[in-house]
T-cell receptor, first 116, second 112 residues
Framework: DAGVIQSPRHEVTEMGQEVTLRCKPI?????LFWYRQTMMRGLELLIY????????DSGMPEDRFSAKMPNASFSTLKIQPSEPRDSAVYFC??????????????FGEGSWLTVV | SQKIEQNSEALNIQEGKTATLTCNYT??????LQWYRQDPGRGPVFLLL?????KEKRKERLKVTFDTTLKQSLFHITASQPADSATYLC???????????FGQGTTLQVKP
């Protein structure tokens, strides 16, 4: 399996522009997560989906952020309008329910976003 | 509020020694605790998972302990190698949804 695939790997954009990050989870996984990592705040969960349905978006910083999962093999995280403080590495991750064995999640390589 | 603490200072050890990393948490009753490894410029990679009713878990040179009374997990790497140099993240899962809350990570440097 190719693992979790994210695009773009790197993006530099100007403040005010729309940014769309894309993710293809591992086939057969029923959970999908979006995390953000910064030096100051570490790795933070933004939102997660189960069977394509958003379950918890309490980590989404504000209305400028939105996420969708139209099908089991694709998700997007959109920032509109982008601001310099959104500069971070955005990770997509997926996992498969394993009952009482516990969920282990598989991360993509991240999308490095710089807003100038 | 929920808090997960890992040693913020880097841990430097000599090759062949045992590295021990600490994860403490407060205001939390996790069902599962996990450890991940992250290399620079890469995504975190899963290493080990331990459940609340387990005291210890081993995998090759890795060992994790989980003390729910002390609210602490210890992560050990025996016979450490320079290739073990990385940042190690502790993560808690309360509800087995995979909704993990991560610590800030501890950077380990193993010197030859």
């Amino acid at each position: 399996d190719a693992g979790v695939i994210q695009s773009p790997r790197h993006e530099v954009t100007e403040m005010g522009q729309e940014v769309t990050l894309r993710c293809k989870p591992i086939s057969g996984h029923d959970y999908l997560f979006w995390y953000r990592q910064t030096m100051m705040r570490g790795l933070e969960l933004l939102i997660y989906f189960n069977n394509n349905v958003p379950i918890d978006d309490s980590g989404m910083p504000e209305d400028r952020f939105s996420a969708k999962m139209p099908n089991a093999s694709f998700s997007t995280l959109k920032i509109q309008p982008s601001e310099p403080r959104d500069s971070a590495v955005y990770f997509c991750a997926s996992s498969k329910s394993r009952g009482t064995k516990g969920n282990t999640i598989y991360f993509g390589e991240g999308s490095w976003l710089t807003v100038v | 509020s929920q808090k997960i603490e890992q040693n913020s200072e880097a841990l430097n050890i000599q090759e062949g020694k045992t590295a021990t990393l600490t994860c403490n948490y407060t205001n939390y009753s996790p069902a599962y605790l996990q450890w991940y490894r992250q290399d620079p410029g890469r995504g975190p990679v899963f290493l080990l998972l331990i459940r609340e009713n387990e005291k210890e878990k081993r995998k090759e040179r890795l060992k994790v302990t989980f003390d729910t009374t002390l609210k602490q997990s210890l992560f050990h790497i025996t016979a450490s190698q320079p290739a073990d140099s990385a940042t190690y993240l502790c993560a808690l899962d309360r509800s087995n949804t995979g909704k993990l809350i991560f610590g800030q990570g501890t950077t380990l440097q193993v010197k030859p």
